[in-house]
């Protein structure tokens, strides 16, 4: 899509979760994707898009399939490394992050690609055809109604999305090549759910529902109006505040590995996942990672109580056990109760301890 056609991040009504979901997938990839539930017309396509528009451009190998990044030979394709190797250049382009859509009904050769099997099978040399998990390497993977794929496949798409590699194996002969991306999925839960299992496996999950109220679905009309009348001017107008999301996610970037996670904050997150009713670790792991993206997102060093309150509203929807007969909805007063219950036991432990090596003395 042309960049002209499409609409600001920052002008985007309202779905500030989902954009929110969005950014610290990119501040941090590992978090392993977005499930977006919702209906239709919520702008989920338009902010992948948009937010996709805003970030830098990146190098990568010009005439790569899956655009290899050339400042890291740890991530190069078979390809690619075996002419740096030979001492070759690697030629060089800029271009901006990639959104690439996965359509119902694909075929695993077409999710994953396909190796030539009669040329690797009489010369020796594999030929690989990229899939459209080459083609999204370093860039967005966005599958509408990701519900209605086969199971199988979208296991495939989350063991990428987890490992950061591609592996093809056909008839004995195996290739692999670097697959990093932002996964996101969208459904609509009326048209039937994804299995608990594969639930889990997305490391963020938001709900998002038309805007109801009048006043914001006017400003809605109103920007919209504005963009499809000029919208080089329309864009222009949100370039600034475009500009800061991008600056705030750049920060982000560089600050977030210098960022510790103390052993109360790893309790508080602990606490959460068992008050809440998350089976196993992911939740916790997903957790840590969000909320360190979001504290690195608003510039800070320290994670806070409102940093373990938003993040826990992105992580947990998802993975809350469910009566057969009721659905459970997360609540924030759910999440501002345990966090205040698991630091008051945090600190009737600090007292306890001062008080025995007080007593030892």
Not at 23 to 46: F, H, M, Q, W, Y
Not at 270 to 293: E, N, Q
Not at 322 to 349: F, G, H, N, Y
Request: with cysteine; hydrophobic share 40%.
């Amino acid at each position: 899509m042309p960049q002209a056609n499409l609409y600001p991040f920052s002008a985007i009504v309202g779905q500030e979760k989902m954009k929110l979901g969005l950014i610290l997938n990119v501040i941090d990839p590992t978090i392993d994707g977005v499930l977006v539930r919702g209906e239709r017309g919520t702008a989920k396509s338009t902010a992948v898009r948009a937010l996709a528009r805003l970030l830098p451009e990146m190098e990568a190998v010009a005439d790569c399939p899956i655009s290899c990044d050339p400042a890291k030979d740890s991530s190069l394709c078979p390809e690619c490394r075996e002419r740096s190797a030979k001492g070759g250049k690697l030629p060089v382009t800029r271009r901006k992050m990639r959104v690439v859509d996965l359509p119902v009904g694909s075929t695993e050769d077409r999710v994953v690609g396909s190796l030539d099997m009669e040329k690797a099978l009489k010369t020796g040399s594999l030929d690989f055809i990229p899939g459209v998990l080459g083609k999204a390497n370093r860039g967005f993977l966005y599958v509408d109604e990701v519900n209605l794929l086969e199971d199988h496949i979208v296991d495939v798409l989350l063991d990428v999305a987890a490992m950061g590699v591609n592996r093809i194996e056909r008839e004995g002969v195996s290739y692999a090549h670097p697959s990093r991306f932002v996964l996101v999925g969208t459904m609509n839960p009326e048209e039937g759910d994804l299995r608990p299992q594969l639930l889990d496996r997305f490391g963020l999950c938001v709900d998002v529902v038309g805007i109801k109220d009048p006043a914001l679905r006017v400003e809605v009309m109103r920007r919209r109006r504005a963009f499809e009348r000029d919208r080089e001017k329309f864009r222009e107008e949100w370039l600034s505040e475009d500009i800061k999301i991008a600056e705030a996610i750049s920060s982000a970037e560089k600050l977030i590995d210098h960022i510790s996670v103390d052993d109360e904050t790893l309790a508080v997150i602990a606490s959460l996942s068992v008050d809440l009713g998350a089976d196993g670790h992911r939740a916790d792991m997903a957790m840590v990672k969000a909320v360190t993206a979001l504290a690195a997102f608003r510039g800070r060093m320290e994670i806070t109580d409102e940093d373990l309150r938003d993040a826990a509203e992105l992580v947990y929807p998802h993975r809350m056990k469910k009566s057969p007969l009721e659905e459970r909805i997360l609540s924030r007063e759910e999440i501002v109760t345990s966090i205040q219950r698991s630091r008051e036991a945090e600190a009737e432990k600090r007292k306890a301890s001062k008080a025995a090596k007080k007593k030892a003395l």
